[in-house]
């Protein structure tokens, strides 16, 4: 068994003895730490907190599914596997309703036994480090389907099946850190942390401590020995946000411990060697900095690996009603609000929005106009008045501005594509039937 395993505690309650002992004995053997009880009242006794349960249905004065809905009262997440040797189809059926994981029938086979437990903490751990990355990135996944950011999500899940380093280029707002954490996800790092570092927040007297740590006493205020980034992020990946920004000084030192694969902590002796995917993300164009003198050419080149473009929202127009209604769904969930829906006419306006901000700046106003939207349809009232008058095209009205760039988008995807309107409509993300429908309406050429 896998050594991460190790240190996992399950709890089986079951009232034969026999059965009990091989359970313990199956599972210690494969480094987990085992706690039994024989009664429902026996299991009430013990402290909680295992990483999995094993539970006999038909106990001496209960039921494990009683125990199953109070394991749930408390901790909704820990899987819980049920066994039994003469359940009725009525009572597997309410253990799965109960939320059990799996049902296991006596006699039981040792490959099961294992297979189900070592499955349900795995799945369950795997969820818990979901749920935190999903928790700190702010948003659960990335949303889309045109054509400009399905290639960009195939580049990064290209990139991501080796250890060469990544350079995320894109605008603010785009979505680079979320992609990092997918990259991570979708890598054979995936098991180790993923650690993030914001070089434009970081001064430079204090880089390195932050990035290599620092022994106690190294410094004015090193009271205790602190591990650096690079050694927290060891076995997982590390992502240096906003490169483009670190000054000359404090790009030798991150060169430094690229080149040479290990560093000392500030005040250390011994080297520290770690293994670690490095991600980086800039909106600079760090080429020219480098043309500039502004940016390091050897540090360009050992970041500069996989470049992966990350393209901004104006580029993604198809996206936006998608990426629109799940940043809606998922503030009106949070937030205990009923279901809201967006009418036709506000998911125009944001499509000819320019969106400076990007997704970030989608997000922001979706949330604002749900706010400001009392009723369960989110009307054109509640559209921010910097995105009626802040475009500097000339207009009369939200539906002509709505109009204009609508036809200059599906003009310029039909003369790319020759006039051929099902090659236009994957040029912008959107089904043909949709895109012939909106050529009619704006008097644009028929299909050819």
């Given amino acids: 068994m896998e050594k991460r395993l190790s240190a996992k505690r399950v709890l089986i309650v079951d009232d034969e003895e026999n059965i009990g002992l091989a359970l313990r004995l199956i599972l210690e053997r494969e480094g987990y730490r085992v706690s039994t009880a024989r009664s429902v009242a026996e299991f009430r006794a013990m402290p909680r907190g295992a990483d999995a349960y094993l539970l006999d249905v038909r106990l001496p004065d209960g039921s494990g599914i009683e125990i199953l809905e109070e394991i749930r009262q408390t901790d909704a997440r820990v899987p819980v596997v049920m066994i039994s040797g003469q359940a009725t189809i009525g009572e597997a059926v309410a ?82 850190e979320l992609l990092a954490a997918y990259v991570h996800e979708s890598s054979p790092f995936a098991s180790g942390p993923f650690v993030k570092v914001n070089c434009a927040a970081i001064p430079n007297d204090l880089l390195e401590s932050e990035l290599c740590g620092h022994e106690k006493g190294s410094f ?45 902590r500030v005040g250390g002796e011994r080297p520290v060697r770690v293994v670690v995917r490095v991600v980086s993300a800039t909106n600079r164009d760090l080429a020219r900095m480098c043309a500039d003198g502004r940016f390091r050419e050897d540090l360009y080149y050992r970041l500069n690996v996989m470049p992966i473009r990350v393209p901004p929202l104006r580029e993604r127009r198809g996206d936006i009603r998608e990426m629109a209604r799940y940043f809606l769904a998922g503030f009106c969930a949070r937030n205990n609000f009923r279901p809201k829906q967006i009418e036709e006419d506000v998911f125009w306006a944001l499509e000819a929005y320019s969106w400076p901000g990007n997704a970030r700046e989608l997000r922001n106003v979706v949330e604002r106009m749900a706010i ?33 760039a609508e036809r200059t988008e599906i003009q310029r995807a039909l003369d790319q594509s020759g ?21 009619k309406a704006l008097g644009l050429g028929r299909e050819q």
């Fill in 95 to 176: 253990a799965t309703r109960a939320g059990a994981y799996d049902f296991l029938e006596k006699p039981l086979a040792r490959d099961k036994v294992l297979l189900a437990i070592g499955n349900a903490i795995e799945r369950s751990s795997l969820r818990d480090e979901n749920d935190r990355l999903r928790e700190e990135l702010g948003t659960p996944r990335m949303v889309g389907e045109s054509p400009a950011f399905l290639r960009t999500m195939e580049e990064a899940a290209l990139a991501a099946r080796s250890d060469a380093r990544i350079l995320l280029l894109g605008e603010s707002g785009t979505g680079k």
């Fill in 220 to 264: 004015t205020g090193a009271t205790a020995a602190r591990r650096g980034k690079f050694e927290l992020a060891d076995g997982g990946s590390i992502f240096l946000d906003e490169v483009g920004d670190l000054p000359l000084p404090a790009q030798a030192k991150l060169l430094r411990v690229l080149q040479e694969g290990e560093f000392h």
């Fill in 372 to 404: 400001l939207s009392p009723a369960d349809a989110i009307g054109v009232a509640a559209i921010p008045l910097e995105m009626r008058q802040g475009d500097s095209r000339p207009r009369s009205s939200i539906h002509d501005a709505r109009e204009s």
């Fill in 419 to 439: 006039g051929n309107v099902s090659q236009a409509a994957r040029v912008l993300g959107i089904e043909r039937t949709n895109l012939h429908k909106r050529m």
